[in-house]
């Protein structure tokens, strides 16, 4: 299968090396995970973040110094 052999080359980080790269809390990871914005896969208790969707997600996030970066109605004026 496939599938399989995808996972095979995939590098887990636990939920604390996350934050820590990220450099925020445990649980906006967690948010994260539960919102859909970050991939994972449980382990019993546990959560685990491919580390190449932290990545996809870092370079998603980028703003590009013109005041918008992907997301709609996060700008207040007034």
């Known amino acids: 299968m496939t599938q399989e052999q995808e996972f095979s080359n995939v590098n887990f980080l ?8 990220m450099r925020v809390s445990k649980m906006t990871v967690y948010r994260m995970v539960h919102a859909g914005e970050l991939p994972a896969v449980r382990f019993g208790r546990s959560y685990r973040v491919p580390a190449n969707a932290v990545e996809s997600y870092l370079r998603g996030a980028v703003v590009d110094g013109t005041g918008t970066h992907g997301t709609s109605g996060s700008a207040h004026t007034g």
């Open 14 to 21: 636990t939920v604390q090396e996350v934050a820590e790269l």
